[in-house]
């Protein structure tokens, strides 16, 4: 099974509209960590949002929030106030207990129109 | 100057030949790493460093190599080039904070003809 799905190939939103992205993960053990990063064209791996599995409140980073579901093991990107330099692909990506190995998922990518 | 270096940017190649990646980080952290990125996946571990003399393979290593020759350079080789070793190569480093992010480097795009 895989570890972290991200089930939407692609996505288009309107410019100054909020996108969710989605992130379903399976694992067994208490402690992780999820991880959200963005790919622009150009192909750097930008950090966004980090949540923690013990984390009491759902993480935000400016227009980046996190909505996370734990019983649902589910921990969607949400972006508000979309920018057309969001355009890009957008992975998540999870770590288990006390690796510190992260498991991606295969990406969205993400289309701004304006 | 970015804190995670890799060298070449871009790499064109014919198979049999031995490439050698190099990544270098001025974060002044103890991990590294080395992932490949194909074309609609994500990225998957090839090898990872805690140390200069902790190594150990990842998901994918097989045809892949590593060198860890300080703290603050990792180096990738693939011995013998082969076409489906073509993808975007990525280093990354983290500190000992499990909460805290990797970091990066810009990638290393390989073509094997």
């Known amino acids: 099974a895989q570890k972290i799905t991200q089930t939407q190939p692609g996505m288009f939103v309107q410019e100054k509209e909020a996108v969710t992205l989605d992130c379903t993960y399976d694992?067994?053990?208490?402690?992780?960590?999820l991880f959200w990063y963005k790919q622009p064209s150009s192909g750097e791996m930008i950090f966004l949002i980090y949540?923690?599995?013990?984390?009491?409140q759902n993480a935000t980073e400016g227009r980046y929030s996190l909505n996370f579901q734990k019983a649902r093991k589910s921990a969607n990107l949400v972006i508000s106030a979309s920018q057309l330099g969001d355009s890009a692909m957008y992975f998540c990506?999870?770590?288990?207990?006390?690796?510190?190995?992260?498991?991606f998922g295969s990406g969205t990518r993400l289309l701004v129109r304006p | 100057d970015a804190d995670v270096t890799q060298t070449p940017r871009n790499r064109i190649t014919k198979t049999g030949k031995r490439i050698m990646l190099e990544c270098s980080q001025t974060?002044?952290?103890?991990?590294m790493y080395w992932y490949r990125q194909d074309p609609g996946l994500g990225l998957r571990l090839i090898y990872y460093?805690?140390?200069?003399?902790?190594?150990n393979k990842g998901e994918i290593s097989d045809g892949y190599s590593v060198s860890r020759q300080a703290q603050a350079k990792f180096s990738l080789s693939l011995e013998s080039a082969i076409p489906n070793q073509t993808a975007l190569y990525f280093c990354?480093?983290?500190?000992?904070?499990?909460?805290?992010?990797?970091?990066f480097g810009d990638g290393t795009r390989l073509s094997i003809l």
């Open positions: 990354a480093t983290s500190d000992l904070t499990l909460d805290q992010p990797q970091h």
């Open positions: 694992t067994s053990d208490p402690s992780y960590g």
């Open positions: 949540q923690g599995s013990y984390d009491q």
């Open positions: 990506a999870m770590r288990e207990g006390s690796s510190y190995k992260l498991i």
């Open positions: 974060k002044g952290h103890d991990r």
């Open positions: 460093s805690f140390d200069v003399k902790d190594i």
